[in-house]
């Protein structure tokens, strides 16, 4: 039971390149979620999912889109990466409050 | 929209002295939760309290809830060197989505 995965761990972009987030779960949790953190900030969240093939903006969603075309997978898409987008994004999945979360994707746009 | 104020943002302590940090909200919370973020590390889910007045521990770790279901502290009791990271606080927003609070970053000198 690996609980909640994200691929990659680590990734560098360039300005404007785009990139796919991948996040899986083997919990069978109905909802997940995107969120990601700078630096000594909180968790703000970026998109959510109540359950497969449903998606709906959180509060920084703006430069994201996400997919959730399997129930235990949650895709987190850049179009095109900005610096302002540099951060670490956690993945996250629920089946009621409790919140299990994947250990991180750090990215950094150059 | 609910949000949790939490504090403070961060506290230093000694080894072995007592930490406290607090969560408070202007409306009734239906439940709140903590959890803990090592340093480089994601969140973890420590614990969540539904009622009012509850008390629950883990350890050296003491989680309260108001009366009012309005504030929330979490006391740590001889602080060791493991305790180190960052603290949240989060409740349902009454839909699918979890509020966090900022967060108290906790650093302990040995």
């Known amino acids: 039971n690996a609980g909640v995965t994200q691929t990659p761990k680590f990734r560098v972009l360039k300005t404007g390149q785009s990139m796919t987030l991948l996040c899986a779960q083997d919990?069978?949790?109905?909802?997940m979620y995107w969120y990601r953190q700078d630096p000594g900030m909180g968790l703000r969240l970026i998109h959510y999912?109540?359950?497969?093939?449903?998606?709906a903006k959180g509060e920084v969603p703006d430069g994201y889109n996400v997919s959730r075309l399997k129930k235990q997978n949650f895709l987190l898409g850049l179009e095109s990466a900005a610096p302002s987008q540099t951060s670490v994004y956690f993945c996250?999945?629920?089946?009621?409050?409790?919140?299990?979360f994947g250990p991180g994707t750090r990215l950094l746009v150059l | 929209g609910q949000q949790v104020m939490q504090i403070p943002q961060y506290q230093h302590v000694q080894e072995g002295e007592d930490f406290t940090t607090y969560c408070n909200s202007s409306?009734?919370?239906?439940?709140i939760q903590w959890y803990k973020q090592r340093p480089g590390g994601h969140p973890v889910f420590l614990i969540q309290?539904?009622?009012?007045?509850e008390v629950k521990k883990q350890k050296r770790l003491t989680f309260q809830f108001g009366e009012a279901k309005k504030n929330s502290s979490l006391h740590i009791t001889a602080t060791q060197t493991t305790d180190v990271g960052t603290y949240f606080c989060?409740?349902?927003?009454?839909?699918?989505?979890?509020?966090f609070g900022a967060g108290t970053r906790l650093f302990v000198k040995a």
């Open positions: 309290l539904v009622k009012s007045g």
């Open positions: 999912s109540v359950g497969e093939g449903t998606t």
């Open positions: 996250a999945s629920s089946a009621a409050e409790t919140q299990y």
């Open positions: 919990m069978n949790h109905e909802y």
């Open positions: 409306t009734t919370l239906s439940n």
């Open positions: 989060a409740t349902g927003d009454g839909g699918f989505k979890t509020i």
